[in-house]
């Protein structure tokens, strides 16, 4: 079933009711929201000779259109590309010539100049071009019809993973694993109404983007700030305009949120959840949070090869203080999804004893195809049906999953594994410290020492003998940092995750000129 098809019913039995806001200014209600979809398609395909399984790439910043043209392409068969509206436009090339794209929509439509410089013929338009205006503004009502059919496993979100460790792989998502996404969704996370506000504050290319669907199944409104991203005042603003505000958001946009809601007096008024995932969220940050705004978060742990669908924990949980392990679970990413499987492994794919740490596969009918046009890294990546994430952790009796890290981060010092999210917990309990990283530098003696990244706090400044009895006191000895480098912040992607790679070419020049 092509996934467009939940938006051609929604249009059909809630036509008048309100899909797609800029700001406060309504933008399309159910019905036109569909016909603009299909409107959009069909000009595609009549003008273009867009093709079941064609790419269009969309690389555009947050806006009303962007959903118009994500369903377009779908209602036609074709596969949508989405691309970070943050990346240079060459590194978003290489990925609209990897996909083979042959059309890409942008925030202008002349992003490359000359044409040329898109490879392999690839046309270029703007996303809110006169030629898609005028094709929507001639569009009959009379030739509307709904999406094409398509199989089950059929492409339809070409996902590239973020690439820090080398050129960025396309994730084969399709139609099966977004609506078994949706349905884990409201099984696992929360409960998607017509009565929601989804606030696409994160890149709609992300998991902000790829959660539209639950809402436009259940008719719900979707609302694009102006600032086109994340913005706490604005956030403020909405909630209490609209009311019933939901959305994702990356734990660096929760503390951001967190510091504008404490320093303005803000409770969360409007917001009723805030879906969260992409990145480590510290047990003392979500403690704040909790204090601050009281039981409105959830969380979700997934991966673009299994979009945000390997484990989640809802609002109840997350705010529950009264369970015996109600730390411990917070500090989790909560249970398997009802659509998947998790597991912790050895090296030879054997079950690890409960809390016994090790890698987290994941099997169901969320993980992906596989890596387009690379059957070495998807062969590499899912074995006898099981995805390896890479990532590292731990279940507790119960099926609690606790995060370690990415195996690439693990520390290995004196032949003892160091894991760098303990060390950062630690760290930001401190009142001084208002975010850290933790990595790993050789060492001649000891193969790897910790290096600590710290951004202090404006109120508490702080310095390394402070840090250094601090973590004296919280964690055992060979897991404390070695060096303390203070910096004004932290290097992270459009997404908010903390460049690592980044940090540690940063450790290495340090070390060179000592």
Known sequence: MNLATWLHQTGAVRPEAPAIYFGEQLHATYADFAFRAWAVGDHLKRAHGIQRGDRVALFAKNCAEYLEMLYGVLWIGAIIVPINSKLHPREAAWIIENAEATLAITDTGEVYSPPE???????????????????????????????????????????????????????????????????????????????????????????????????????????????????????????????????????????????????????????RAIIYGGGPMYLADITRALKRFGPKFAQVYGQG??????TAMPRDLVADLNQPNAEARRASVGTAQSCVQVRIVDEEMRDVPVGETGEIIVRGDTVMKGYWRNEAATAKTILDGWLKTGDLGHLDGDGFLTLTDRSKDVIISGGTNIYPREVEEALLTHDGVLEAAVIGCPHADWGEEVVAFIVPT????????????WCRSQIASFKKPKQYVFVPDLPKNSYGKVLKTSLRERAALLIEKV
């Open 458 to 469: 404006e109120e508490n400044a702080c310095d390394e003998a402070a840090l250094e009895e």
């Open 305 to 310: 090869e299994s979009p945000m669908t390997i």
């Open 117 to 271: 410089a898109l490879s392999g013929g690839c046309a270029e338009l703007g996303i809110r071009s006169e030629e898609f205006i005028q094709a929507i503004a001639a569009a009959s009502a009379e030739d509307y019809s709904p999406p094409v059919e398509t199989d089950e496993d059929d492409v339809a979100w070409l996902f590239y993973t973020s690439g820090t460790t080398g050129r960025p792989k396309g994730v084969m998502t399709t139609h099966r694993n977004l609506r078994m996404m949706a349905t884990c969704y409201a099984l696992d996370v929360d409960t998607a109404s017509p009565d929601d506000h989804h606030l696409y504050a994160a890149p709609m290319s992300h998991g902000a983007g790829i959660y539209n669907f639950q809402f436009v199944r259940a008719g719900g409104r979707h609302v694009i700030p102006q600032s086109q991203g994340f913005d706490p005042a604005e956030i403020q603003h909405l909630a209490g305009h609209y009311g019933n505000l939901v959305f994702f958001a990356a734990p660096t946009m929760i503390t951001r949120l967190l510091r504008h809601a404490e320093t303005s007096g803000y409770k969360g008024d409007g917001i």
